[in-house]
């Protein structure tokens, strides 16, 4: 295309008033953001019946876009916002699956400022933070044992496929969020999420969590309520937040438990920085409130898992290496001999992040899984990912 030069002047002029103005304004932006993340592997979870060669996205880190601001208004406060969305490069699907909302990952605004942050719209759970920060693979919902155990529906045991056992996903929409500011290293952050259903006042999730850091030592800790699924829960009455169903060996008969209505999370974690390896542990119970009735007289239905995990630096990338343990386990008799009404899983990854630049790294991770009366699972990957 050719530019005439007086279109050439005038663009000119454009630019110079834009930097100008946006010099008049240095304390005032906008930023357009994102990560994208891509691997190819060969995937079979604990009780898959086969093995699945993929391109998938999201490896490392869920990718996503989007946008966030800023604005000076004075007296050190300012206004932010945040509009950020989950995509799939593999296939150029919107959301981490095809019902998710268009921007699931962050839809706030708010202020900060001495007094720490406010926010109203959809923004993080207690869960995020803790969890990603205190093991070796962050964000890893595909390889991180800890979130594959706690935040995904992958694995199978006797044909039901693997309830995630923290409830409420990683974010929670309809959101009041207050983040205090760092006093010493200690931050703590305060979430009611509103159910927004008429006479049922009593349905919303809550919670609150805590980060320290201070020189080579990090800790963390959560505590949720969930009653409300996200991003969007549009159930009347109660909704079914966590599921388990205990099994017989010897028959193969399954026993319906019900569904809970609430769950209770408390989790609590730390890493230590050696120079030459950091060291990762975390701990957390979830307790699930069965509906009223026999199930709920009869049964308790619990989750805990416990994590521990490496990293290294190696070369011009990072070594990690992760293992969790979860216990699924909902008490009391369920007649005759050959019941299952406790299960377990163990997963161990073991990784590789090579640091092409400060924006660009290529990964490989392998994970073998194992989930109670099932066959192993292998899986690995190869992926890259790009922060923009």
């Given at each position: 295309m050719k530019m005439t030069q007086r279109g050439a002047l005038g663009a000119a002029a454009a630019l110079a008033c834009l930097a100008f103005g946006?010099?008049?304004?240095?304390?005032?932006?906008?930023?357009?953001?994102?990560?994208?993340d891509a691997y190819a592997g060969s995937l079979q979870r604990s009780g898959e019946t086969g093995r699945t060669n993929v391109v998938n996205s999201s490896g490392m880190t869920t990718s996503w876009w989007g946008f966030?601001?800023?604005?000076?208004?004075g007296g050190g406060l300012q206004a932010q916002f945040n509009l950020t969305g989950f995509f799939r490069p593999d296939n150029g699907g919107a959301?981490?699956?095809?019902?998710?909302?268009?921007?699931?990952?962050?839809?706030?605004?708010?202020?900060?400022?001495?007094?720490?942050?406010?926010?109203?719209?959809?923004?993080?759970?207690?869960?995020?933070?803790?969890?990603?920060?205190?093991?070796?693979?962050?964000?890893s919902f595909a390889f991180a044992p800890l979130l594959v155990h706690t935040q995904t529906s992958s694995g199978v045991y006797r044909g039901q496929k693997w309830a995630p056992t923290t409830a409420g996903d990683t974010g929670w929409s309809n959101e009041i969020m207050y983040v205090t500011p760092n006093m010493g290293g200690l931050t703590a952050s305060l979430f009611y999420q509103f159910g927004e259903q008429a006479g049922n006042g009593g349905k919303n999730n809550v919670?609150?969590?805590?980060?320290?850091?201070?020189?080579?030592?990090?800790?963390?800790?959560?505590?949720?309520?969930?009653?409300?699924?996200?991003?969007?829960?549009?159930?009347?009455?109660?909704s079914k937040v966590f599921s388990f169903t205990p099994y017989n060996i010897?028959?193969?008969?399954?026993?319906?438990?019900?569904?809970?209505?609430?769950?209770?999370?408390?989790?609590?974690?730390?890493?230590?920085?050696?120079?030459?390896?950091?060291?990762?542990?975390?701990?957390?119970?979830?307790?699930?409130?069965?509906?009223?009735?026999?199930?709920h007289d009869r049964h308790d239905l619990?989750?805990?898992?416990?994590?521990?995990?490496?990293?290294?630096?190696?070369g011009a990338g990072v070594a990690m290496f992760s293992w969790a343990r979860s216990?699924?386990?909902?008490?009391?008799?369920?007649?005759?001999?050959?019941?299952?009404?406790?299960?377990?899983?163990?997963?161990?990854?073991?990784?590789?992040?090579?640091?092409?630049?400060?924006?660009?790294?290529?990964?490989?991770?392998?994970?073998?899984?194992?989930?109670?009366?099932q066959d192993v699972g292998c899986s690995v990957g190869v992926g890259i990912r790009h922060k923009f």
């Open positions: 946006q010099q008049a304004q240095a304390q005032s932006s906008i930023s357009f953001t994102g990560v994208i966030k601001g800023v604005e000076d208004l959301g981490r699956y095809d019902a998710d909302t268009l921007f699931a990952r962050d839809a706030n605004v708010g202020l900060a400022g001495g007094f720490g942050r406010f926010s109203i719209g959809r923004d993080l759970a207690p869960n995020f933070v803790p969890s990603i920060t205190l093991n070796p693979f962050g964000g919670g609150a969590n805590a980060m320290y850091g201070n020189g080579p030592l990090t800790l963390g800790a959560y505590v949720q309520r969930i009653a409300v699924n996200n991003p969007l829960d549009a159930t009347a009455g109660d010897d028959t193969g008969a399954v026993y319906k438990l019900a569904a809970a209505s609430r769950q209770t999370t408390w989790f609590i974690g730390g890493a230590y920085d050696f120079k030459a390896v950091k060291v990762f542990g975390t701990w957390q119970q979830a307790d699930n409130r069965l509906p009223d009735g026999a199930d619990k989750s805990d898992t416990a994590q521990l995990g490496a990293s290294a630096p190696l216990s699924l386990r909902a008490g009391g008799d369920f007649g005759g001999p050959g019941w299952r009404s406790a299960v377990r899983r163990n997963t161990v990854s073991l990784g590789y992040d090579y640091l092409v630049s400060k924006r660009t790294d290529v990964y490989s991770v392998a994970m073998r899984d194992r989930i109670s009366d």
